[in-house]
C-alpha cells in the first residue's frame, strides 16, 4: 500500500532532513543568504567557551522545573475539582477555559502591557508584592516570575482540561468502596485518584516540558530576553544568534544543543514511565 | 448514579479554583473593559478602576490598519493546513494499522520519534529549504512546517482510533469486493469522526496561533498573520492601549465564537489530544 509514502516523504522533507541539516549547518559559517562555508569546529570551539550559552542553559532548565513544579498540582487540582458533577461547576469551567482560546503572542501582548510601569496594574500592585516602583520586569527575579506566571496562566486550563476527563474515568465504585472503609478525602486522592491518573501525569509532563524547552513567543514579546539575559532561554538565544546577528552557523549549533537536551528528556520521562506500552484497547484481538 | 463521595464538597481542590477563578477573571475582564474605553478615559482611571468613558471606536482603528488581512492570512493558513493535514495522515494512519509490511511499521516508529523534534530548534535548516524552494514570503511557507511538525501527533491519535475498528468489519468489506479507497472513505472516516475532529482542532489551533514560522518566512506585512500583527501593533501602539487591547480581543473572537457555538466538540477535541 502506497498510502503512507506521501506521509512519510513530506514529514522526511520538512522534519526530518531539517533536523540532519542542523546538525551539518552547525560546523559551517552563513550569514542567511549567499554561500555556505565550512569552518570545521569553530562554532562549537565558541559554543563551549560562551558564557552566554551555559547561563542560558541554567535558565532553561530551571524555567522548564518552575514549570513543571507549578503546573502540575494546579492543573490536577483543578481538574479533579472541575470532573465532579455538581453544576456550578460547569459555569465555571468555561471560565477556566477562556485563556485555551488566546494564542501565545496575544496573551504575551496582553500582559506585557499589563506589566508596564507607567500604564499597567504593575504601577499599582509591584509595591504590594516587594516592587515599589512597580517595574516587576526591570529585574531579574521578577522577569523570571512573570515568565513562570504567564506560561501557567496559559497552560494549566490546557492541563487541567486533560486531568478532568482521565478523573472522570475514574470508577466511581472505587469511592464508594473507600467510603465503606472510612478513608478520608484526603487518603482517597492519594490512593484512588492519583495512581488512576498516572498515564495522564505522563502525558501532560510530557507536554509540559518539552513545550517549556521551546517557549518563544512569551520571552521575545514580554522580557525580549532581559533584563541583562535574565530570560534568555536557549530558544531565544537561538534565535537572536540566527536571525538578529545573522550566524547561521552559529545558531544552528545552539539548535543542536536544544534538540538533544529535549530529546533527552521525552526519552528520559517515556522510559521510566512504560509510556509505550500504552496500546489499543483492541490490541491482541 | 450520582455518588456520595464525590459529591461532598472538596474544600483544598475549591479553594485554589476560587483562586485561579481570581487569576484567569481579572486580566480577561480587564482586556474586555480596557478595549472598550478610550485612550483618554483609560488614563485618567488608571489600571484599577472603571473608565467613565465606553467606545466601539477601538474597532475601527484596528480594523483601519489591515487587521482583516491578517484575519484572511490566518483563515487560509489555517484552513489549509488542516486540509493538507488530513489528506496527508489519514491514508497513512490506515496504512499503519492495516498493511503488514514493514514499510508502515517502520513509519509508525520515525512518526513516534518525530514526536520529540522541537520545531523552533530547526528553523534555520527549515529557513534554507524554505528560500531554496523559493516559497519565502508566501502563506505556503507557513502551512508546510506546521503541517509537518503537526503530523506526528495526527497519525498517533488517528491510527490510536483506527486500531479500535474491529478487524473483521474490513475483512466482510473485502470480502465483499470494496477496494481499499473505498473502505477508507465509506468506513474508516466515517467511523473515527471524534479522532479527526481532535486533529482538526489540534492542527487549527497550531496554525491559527502560529508565530515563529511567519516571524521568519514572512517579511510583506500585508501578507502576515494576526499573531504577528499584534506585535506589529504592540510597537505602534506605544502608549494607545485600549486600541491594542481591543487588537488582542480581536485576534481571539473566531476561536471565542466557536467556544460559545461548538463547546463540546472543541473541549472534546483538545482534551483528545492528550490521549487516553
Sequence with gaps: MGYVLPAVVFFTV????????VVVLSFTSWPGFGDIRWTGLDNWERLIGDERVRESTGITLALTASTW???????????????GRQRNRAVLSTIFFLPLLMSSAAIAVLFHRFLDPNYGMARDLGPLIGFPDG????TAHGAFLVIVFVSAWQWVPFHSLLYQAAARNVPTVLYDAATIDGAGRWDMFWRITLPQLRYTVVTSSVIMIVGSLITFETVLLITGGGPGGATRILPYLMYSAGFEAFEMGYASAIATVLVVVATAFSLLIVRFSGFTKMRSTLEGM | MPSTSTARPNWLAGGL?????VVVGVPILSMIVWGLTTE?????????AVPQVWTLGNVTEV??????????NTAVVTVGSILLSLVLAVPAAYAIVRSKSWVAGASF?????????????VIVPLYLIITEMGLYDTLIAVILPTVAFTLPLVILILSGALRDVPRDMYE???LDGAGSLRILLSAVVPMSRGSISAVCVFVGLTAWNSFIFPLIFIRDESKTMVTLGLREFQQEFAVDIPGLMMAVLLSAVPVFLLYVFARRWLIAGLAGVGGK
Excluded: E, H
Excluded at chain 1, 520538512?14 to 541539516?21: D, H, R
Excluded at chain 1, 513544579?69 to 470532573?83: D, K, N, R
Design chain 1, 14 to 21: 520538512f522534519a526530518v532532513v531539517p533536523l540532519v541539516l
Design chain 1, 69 to 83: 513544579l507549578t503546573q502540575t498540582p494546579m492543573a490536577i487540582a483543578i481538574g479533579v475539582w472541575a470532573a
Design chain 1, 135 to 138: 517595574n516587576i520586569l526591570g
Design chain 2, 17 to 21: 479554583s476560587a483562586v485561579w477563578l
Design chain 2, 40 to 48: 483618554q478615559a483609560f488614563r485618567d482611571a488608571g489600571p484599577l
Design chain 2, 63 to 72: 480594523i483601519d490598519r489591515g487587521f482583516l488581512d491578517y484575519y484572511w
Design chain 2, 109 to 121: 516508529r520515525m512518526f513516534l520519534l518525530g514526536l520529540a523534534i522541537p520545531a523552533q530548534a
Design chain 2, 172 to 174: 466482510a468489506m473485502t
